[in-house]
């Protein structure tokens, strides 16, 4: 059983500010200790489940965060970017089943940790008319190769919003957010013994995995936080102005709509901010 694990920071537990989750935060070096440390506890967890091969991505910023020499030496990791597939970046060769670790609650979610969609320039992200943050596209793309979602590990909201948007899915808290940049949070060794006996029980209830399938085809609507983001995108060939923060792009189908979202979360970085 091939088990593939997409890890990003924000969702770790005892991680509530961007001093932390930032490369240049006075928290950064001890984040990235953490960070290894409940990725661990998932990839025990799934061999301890049955696995026989567990692929990490490391999936924040710029994917050099995971501590390699303190990874569980069973695991391979693909760290660096960029990367056609970005935070699934290797999906495409074939799993029985994904494990988001340390995901948080999409853009605009009240009273979560550390919420984004990719950056903070992105406001909201439809696909097909439902609302998904980082959680769903990567579930998106997991289902576009095959793979159903196992598990989530977030706050209290990240792992909400999974619930809802994969029913049946194994779920595990790690903190409870008390606004953007706080959290009430367990020890972390009560976090990690947690995420172990989650990722465990997940491999036990594969008829419960859900597929998240979208489309073909997929309309995919981006809002920005500034007018300016939008003067950049409209470069892109097929985008349509929807008023002064919103693009809409006609995919062929989630891959495509993927393509088009993570050429558009680059752009939108190299404008002023207005
Ligand atoms: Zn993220």
Request: aromatic content about 8%; charged content about 25%; overall charge neutral.
């Amino acid at each position: 059983m091939k088990i593939y694990i997409s890890a990003d920071i924000e969702g770790i537990g005892t991680i509530v500010r961007q001093e932390q989750s930032s490369t240049d935060g006075r928290e950064y070096r001890w984040a990235r200790k953490i960070m290894t440390a409940e990725v661990n506890a998932a990839i025990r967890g799934a061999f301890d489940g049955g696995a026989t091969e567990v692929v990490v991505s490391d999936s924040h910023n710029v994917g050099l965060n995971l501590i390699p020499e303190e990874l569980d030496p069973r695991a391979f990791l693909i760290m660096g970017s960029p990367r056609p597939l970005s935070m699934m970046e290797g999906i495409q060769s074939g799993f029985d089943a994904v494990f988001l670790v340390g995901y948080h609650a999409k853009a605009g979610t009240a009273d979560s940790d550390l919420i984004h969609i990719f950056n903070r320039r992105i406001a909201e992200v439809r696909v097909n008319g439902i609302g998904i943050g980082e959680i769903g596209i990567s579930a998106g793309l997991a289902g576009y190769f095959g793979a159903p979602v196992a598990l989530v590990t977030g706050d209290d909201h990240a792992v909400a919003e999974a619930a809802a948007l994969l029913p049946g899915i194994e779920a595990v808290e790690v903190k409870k957010a008390i606004g953007a940049y706080a959290a009430r949070c367990p020890h972390p060794e009560k976090s990690r013994a947690l995420i172990y006996a989650g990722a465990k029980r997940a491999l036990t209830r594969r008829g419960a995995w859900p597929l998240f399938k979208m489309g073909p085809p997929v309309e995919l609507v981006m809002r920005f936080t500034t007018s300016s983001a939008v003067d950049r995108v409209m470069r892109m060939p097929g985008n349509e102005r929807l008023d002064g923060v919103s693009v809409r792009f006609a995919a062929r189908d989630f891959l495509e709509a993927f393509k088009a979202f993570n050429t558009m979360a680059d752009l939108i970085e190299l404008v002023a901010y207005i």
